[in-house]
């Protein structure tokens, strides 16, 4: 599996460990903002994720880490086929991942132990594990191909 990950300039060194922790469990990693720094803004680290993962279709999941994972997660679910999900707990990894089909996470930069546990158990985790999560997913793609015309 090959997992794409970058941060703003408030993750830098939070994502810098959870790299090296990942090459170290035998993971792919794509680091998409080896070059960012104080000026930094996290939109741009969430579109070159999602690139990689669907327009080059060079990674399989992502990961994106900011001061809060709140503006990356916006930003990450513009993209089409991005299906982003801000995750706070391991309990919020695994049903992203299982019930909504998450290929990207976006967590914040505070707790170091615990990202690890969220990012373990979100690659571990089976997407879409039972058919009515498979259904509500296509449910969520067909609403992702409309244009929005208001209520």
């Known amino acids: 599996?090959?997992?794409?990950?970058a941060s703003d300039h408030r993750g830098v060194k939070f994502k810098k460990e959870l790299f090296n922790y990942l090459i170290d469990k035998g993971y792919e990693v794509i680091d998409c903002s080896e070059n960012n720094n104080e000026a930094s803004d996290y939109p741009d680290f969430a579109d070159k994720v999602g690139t990689c993962i669907v327009k080059q279709k060079c990674c399989d999941l992502g990961i994106l880490i900011c001061g809060t994972?709140?503006?990356m997660s916006i930003a990450a679910n513009k993209i089409k086929g991005i299906y982003c999900a801000r995750v706070v707990s391991e309990s919020d990894a695994k049903l992203a991942r299982s019930h909504n089909g998450a290929n990207v996470i976006?967590?914040?930069s505070n707790d170091l132990d615990l990202a690890k546990k969220i990012i373990d158990t979100f690659l571990e985790t089976e997407a879409l594990d039972d058919e009515r999560h498979r259904r509500r997913y296509k449910k969520i793609i067909e609403i992702e191909k409309r244009e929005y015309n208001g209520l």
């Open 69 to 71: 994972g709140i503006g």
């Open 1 to 5: 599996m090959k997992i794409a990950i």
């Open 106 to 108: 976006a967590i914040d």
